[in-house]
């Protein structure tokens, strides 16, 4: 059963966990970044290079910076471990 860290690190909710287990539920949602493999305690989850579209950056303005800083110390990237 998968923790869930990584869905709550994604910013743009391309992942949700799914029969227990992570998966990319939106691949044009998601943003490359890697917040999900940063938060991920059991280096379960690669990024894989593949030709996709254009990152759509409004998908971004969904977010508040609150939510975001929230994401972010998933991966101890937000200041705090």
């Known amino acids: 059963m998968g923790c869930g860290n990584c869905v709550r690190a994604c910013l743009t909710g391309a992942l949700q966990l799914v029969g227990g287990k992570a998966k990319l539920v939106d691949e044009e949602l998601c943003d490359g970044?890697?917040?999900?493999?940063a938060a991920c305690p059991h280096d379960a989850i690669r990024l894989e290079l593949r030709r996709v579209k254009?990152?759509?950056?409004?998908?971004l303005r969904r977010i508040s910076f609150n939510e975001l800083m929230a994401k972010l110390r998933f991966t101890g990237a937000g200041g705090m471990s």
Do not use: K, L, Q, T
């Open 33 to 37: 970044f890697g917040s999900c493999i």
């Open 54 to 59: 254009r990152f759509n950056w409004e998908v």
